[in-house]
């Protein structure tokens, strides 16, 4: 039985809160890897069936997850990091679900937590491989370009986080409260 209320539109459950977190349960992190794979393989096609490398081993992976009663519900972002060398640490693997893009803050929130992540834990760098048409907005994040390089045979820039800009932190998790449209008064 379907009942229709009047007034209401046939659209998707869109949520108001989303938590950003270390992946630390094992849905959480097969959300993960899901979500990289539908990103990054099936999706832009940089992969062919799974995106996963020798980082993995030793990343911290950083979930983005959209709540339902305040609970997480579902991966729809994902960033690692890592560190390679002493004090230089790195991001990648960025994805945000196309459902959840237009909200816009999943992404920026993801870089916050890794960045401000690694400099907590040392970090005097952070740097990234970023594909090129998304350097703009890590610079409108307060990051700069070292240079143009092809990475998997599309064009990328390595960049450089500014890292006064991502205070140190020792969080396991923060929350993305997602604005609501105010309700008009009528006089």
């Known amino acids: 039985m379907t009942m229709m209320v009047e007034g209401v539109d046939d659209r998707p459950f869109i949520p108001t809160e989303y938590v950003i977190r270390f992946a630390r349960t094992?849905?959480?992190?097969?959300?993960?890897?899901?979500?990289?794979?539908?990103?990054?393989c099936a999706e832009q096609h940089v992969f062919a069936d799974d995106d996963r490398d020798a980082v993995?081993?030793?990343?911290?992976?950083?979930?983005?997850?959209c709540c339902m009663a305040g609970m997480p519900d579902r991966i729809v972002g994902t960033v690692r990091i890592h560190e390679p060398e002493p004090g230089v640490w790195c991001g990648s693997r960025l994805a945000v679900h196309a459902d959840h893009r237009k909200l816009g803050r999943i992404g920026a929130e993801l870089i916050?937590?890794?960045?401000?992540?690694?400099?907590?834990?040392?970090?005097?760098r952070f740097l990234a491989q970023v594909q090129e048409q998304n350097v703009l907005f890590f610079r409108r994040l307060?990051?700069?370009?070292?240079?143009k390089i092809v990475l998997h045979g599309l064009p990328h820039h390595e960049m450089e986080a500014d890292l006064s800009r991502y205070p140190a932190h020792g969080q396991e998790q923060t929350w993305l409260l997602r604005?609501?449209?105010?309700?008009?008064q009528v006089a």
């Open 26 to 40: 094992p849905w959480e992190r097969a959300g993960y890897h899901a979500l990289r794979r539908e990103v990054f």
């Open 56 to 65: 993995d081993q030793a990343a911290i992976p950083i979930i983005a997850a």
């Open 112 to 124: 916050r937590m890794a960045v401000s992540t690694a400099h907590g834990l040392g970090a005097a």
């Open 142 to 147: 307060h990051w700069k370009s070292l240079g």
């Open 179 to 184: 604005p609501q449209p105010r309700e008009r």
